[in-house]
């Protein structure tokens, strides 16, 4: 899971660093999200291209492509000497994730045919696990006055260490995902599938939306942004790693369903809040949030077996693309917010905190959202019992 950790740290380390490199190469928030979706642009065509070719090539030309695109991510954002250069080098590193994950996703849904979801919920808990790391390095450098260029860096040492640790390794061929890409095309054009794929592009952003503004967001409002953002994403990785014993009383369906509803009252409870109560959305958001990744590509394994590997990737592909598309959505609510408070007469740190309560309170809408679509799952539940993959060993 070393490698797993490495490309989650990416995220908690430029969470952390956001505000630098505004401040670095003079970018406005808008500008910010910009770069911050070269990240996530970058995984849905890494997933997509991995997704079509994943029957042919297998999972280990994947993770080689993944090794090679993280460490030119990584170096190409140490010598970043402006706009366009992080946006070029984002891009790899979202790349590079996408690869890992068009990799390992379907090889683990093989492997463990019987318990799909619950064992892509134990791998993804090194997703939060990661940026727990990346987030209390990133504050850990930032206090002792360490600058971007040496956070990013340190990456390079858990990037090298995967590198080392898969390479030679035999990885598991392919005997229990159907394997047909014409089938595995077919299955993506069902009422199923096109559901799920709608309710990926909500559930991404509610996660990554408040975790990868979060230092802009909450950082007027008393509290340690960088020390919240760990919370959550610990919080995360030990309700993911507990998953199986959560699916023995509740099916997929109903997981999604009321995660939506605790996300939607979570990011509400952080958009009207100051000081020790935004922690306590905070836990709210990483409980509404931390199964919503894993158990929809789990959903997409069991539900929809037969579009194999490309289903996966679609499904992962979509929710990064959604995130790609609204970060600097979220940018340019700031921006403007922040302006029209100034104007109003509030200063310049009111502003900041107002602006960044109204960006989370517009970002509540994609849970509620997801009330309406997984309430419609939920209520369907029976009706798509048959075409699932049994588990009987969560």
């Keep these: 899971m070393c490698f797993v950790s490495c490309y989650c740290n990416d995220f908690g380390i430029r969470a952390g660093i956001l505000s630098q490199l505004g401040t670095e190469f003079a970018l406005t928030d808008t500008q910010l999200g910009f770069v911050n979706s070269m990240a996530f ?115 390079l040492i858990p ?67 960088m020390l919240i953002l760990a919370m959550i994403t610990g919080l995360m990785a030990i309700g993911r790693y507990f998953a199986g014993s959560i699916l023995k009383k509740m099916n997929p369906p109903a997981i999604l369903l009321i995660s939506s509803i605790i996300a939607t ?20 958001f990483a409980i509404g949030v931390m199964y919503f990744w894993p158990t929809m590509i789990g959903f997409v394994a069991e539900y929809i077996p037969k579009s194999g590997a490309l289903g996966m990737s679609i499904i992962g592909g979509i929710g990064m693309f959604s995130t790609a598309i609204w970060q600097p959505i979220i940018g340019s609510w700031l921006d403007t917010a922040r302006e029209v408070k100034v104007a109003s007469g509030l200063s310049l740190e009111d502003a900041e905190l107002a602006s960044g309560q109204s960006a989370l309170g517009n970002m509540m809408f ?29």
Aim: glycine letters at 10%; charged letters at 10%.
């Design 265 to 284: 009252i979570a990011i509400y409870t952080m958009s009207i809040a100051t000081g020790g109560m935004v922690y306590v959305g905070a836990i709210l």
């Design 41 to 155: 642009l970058g995984f849905p065509i890494a997933t997509i291209i991995g997704g079509l070719v994943y029957n042919s090539v297998g999972p280990k030309k994947l993770m080689l492509v993944a090794f090679i695109a993280h460490l030119l991510g990584i170096i190409l954002t140490i010598m970043a000497s402006g706009y366009w250069f992080l946006l070029i080098s984002t891009f790899f590193i979202g790349f590079a994730n996408g690869s890992v994950e068009a990799a390992c996703n379907p090889m683990i849904t093989d492997m463990y045919t019987k318990k799909r979801t619950a064992m892509l919920n134990k791998f993804h808990m090194w997703f939060p696990g990661g940026i727990v790391i990346g987030a209390l390095i990133s504050k850990f450098m930032t206090d002792m006055a360490m600058g971007w260029q040496l956070q990013i860096g340190i990456m």
């Design 366 to 394: 994609f849970p509620l959202v997801l009330i309406v679509l997984f309430g419609l799952l939920f209520i369907m539940r029976k009706k798509i019992e048959d075409g699932r993959v049994p588990q009987d060993a969560h």
């Design 159 to 225: 990037t090298l260490l995967y590198g080392f640790l898969f390479m030679g390794q035999i990885f598991p061929k392919s005997e229990n995902i159907v394997s047909d890409t014409s089938q595995n095309i077919k299955s993506l054009f069902t009422p199923l599938f096109l559901l799920m794929f709608i309710g990926m592009s909500l559930t991404a952003i509610t996660e990554f939306g408040p975790q990868q503004w979060i230092e802009k967001i909450l950082a007027k409002t008393g509290t340690s942004p």
